[in-house]
């Protein structure tokens, strides 16, 4: 579980290491690498559990609301950091796996919706 954010609606897919993580600092602590930055956003509402995607460069308000379930996503965060914030973080090393259900679940979703890549698994 995300503990940057508390009451984080979406998770964010990097698409650098095509994982996902609630938070940019949850990806900073299970990865060595900086989380690239990407015009078109994965993302998974929390609540419906369904992914969709978001064009970055033409995001308006509307955008806001997950689109099939028209849950707010994008609301402020119980903490300092913002919450789709994509930008180069400190990156620590911390070799940590997010292995829970929601990561599965994740994989699953994605491997039926997005046939755009090759998944590179690292969670088995
Ligand atoms: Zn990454
Ligand atoms: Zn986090
Ligand atoms: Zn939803």
């Not at 998770?11 to 994982?19: E, L, Y």
């Not at 402020?76 to 180069?88: L, N």
Request: proline fraction near 2%; charge should be negative; charged fraction near 35%.
């Amino acid at each position: 579980m995300c503990k940057h954010i508390l009451n984080a609606q979406v998770s964010i897919r990097a698409p650098c290491c095509k994982q996902w993580y609630d938070c940019a600092e949850c990806h900073a602590e299970s990865q060595t690498h900086a989380l690239a930055r990407t015009t078109e956003m994965s993302f998974m509402c929390k609540k419906c559990k369904k992914a969709f995607r978001k064009d970055m460069t033409a995001y308006e308000e509307s955008d806001e609301y997950c689109p099939h379930c028209d849950n707010h996503y994008v609301i402020d965060a119980k903490t300092p950091q913002a919450m789709i914030k994509v930008e180069g973080e400190d990156v620590r090393v911390d070799a940590r796996m997010l292995k829970d259900d929601r990561v599965k679940a994740s994989k699953a979703l994605d491997d039926a919706l997005f046939d755009d890549d090759a998944f590179a698994d690292r969670l088995g």
